[in-house]
């Protein structure tokens, strides 16, 4: 078999390869600039497969991946991975001791942080990155007045020092990450166990159809499918119109996921199944110091 290709959220030092370092066992990793690139990539066939950040367990869902997944590309979600976020402020050792100015980082890792920051550096600029990697590069090359929130690998890629450590408001910090394909491949994973299996559907409710998502749920019910999330996303084709995402606890099989679709086909619904797949929960122990 051919050496696996896989891409990622980059640069080097995001969260996104730090959970591909976890899960495969050995490959070509590749990075990419931002999650629709990451995903064109595998639509295109340049390679087999992504991984891009789903949910974040402060933030939420990353929904630019979901709306992605549902308009853009046509690719399964083929395994998820659980792993813990801990965000540092990062410097360069060389600063001059200059008041910290301007703070870089992606969008989620401000949220995450929010309150640190209105605590520690009220009148300090934020400045959105496309990946917290990039915001470590940005001030590997400025050095003064400039911190990064990132993750360890980005303070060890870009020579920085640790200003705080764990700096997330919250303790449980976790993210989902989604490992997708367009073509079923053979992936070589390291010896995690399985914490469950799940699928996830897209189901998109007919017009003016008074109590239509009581039904859909209603159909997952009595058959005690134990759902354990739901969420509603634009359709982008006029306002009032929704698809929503559904995970289902359990593996498709044969026979309650074919009825489900059958009763909601008879509502008018479609279902579309995004992905059967085996989840895990990975710890990633990094233990960092001030510096």
């Excluded at 050496?3 to 390869?17: A, R, V």
């Excluded at 992606?106 to 934020?126: F, G, R």
């Amino acid at each position: 078999m051919s050496e696996q290709q896989i891409g990622y959220l980059g640069p080097q030092g995001t969260f996104t390869k730090m959970a591909v370092d976890a899960l495969f066992d050995g490959g070509s990793f590749i990075a990419y600039e931002s999650i629709p690139s990451c995903l064109d990539a595998v639509e295109r066939g340049e390679i087999g497969t992504a991984v891009v950040p789903l949910e974040n367990a402060i933030e939420g869902s990353v929904h630019l991946t979901i709306d992605y997944l549902a308009h853009q590309v046509d690719q399964s979600i083929i395994a998820e991975l659980t792993v813990p976020i801990k965000q540092h402020l990062l410097v360069h050792p060389a600063r001059n001791g200059e008041e910290i100015r301007k703070v870089y980082s992606h969008s989620h890792a401000i949220a995450q942080c929010h309150e640190y920051l209105h605590k520690h550096y009220p009148n300090a600029e934020i400045e959105y990155t496309a990946s917290t990697a990039k915001a470590a590069e940005l001030v590997a090359a400025e050095r003064d007045g400039v911190a990064a929130i990132a993750n360890h690998l980005a303070a060890e890629g870009n020579g920085l020092t640790f200003l705080d450590t764990n700096i997330h408001d919250y303790d449980n910090n976790h993210t989902r990450f989604a490992v997708v394909q367009k073509n079923p491949q053979t992936l070589k994973v390291k010896d995690h166990p399985v914490s469950k299996h799940k699928t996830t559907v897209m189901v998109t409710l007919p017009k003016d159809y008074v109590g239509a998502l009581h039904q859909v749920l209603a159909a997952f019910a009595w058959r005690k499918m134990n759902l354990s999330k739901i969420e509603s996303r634009p359709m982008k084709t006029g306002l009032g119109n929704y698809f929503f995402l559904i995970d289902v606890d359990q593996p498709y099989d044969q026979v309650l996921f074919p009825g489900v679709q059958a009763e909601l086909q008879a509502l008018g619904c479609r279902l579309k199944v995004i992905g059967t797949y085996p989840s895990y929960q990975i710890d990633i122990p990094a233990p960092v110091h001030k510096a």
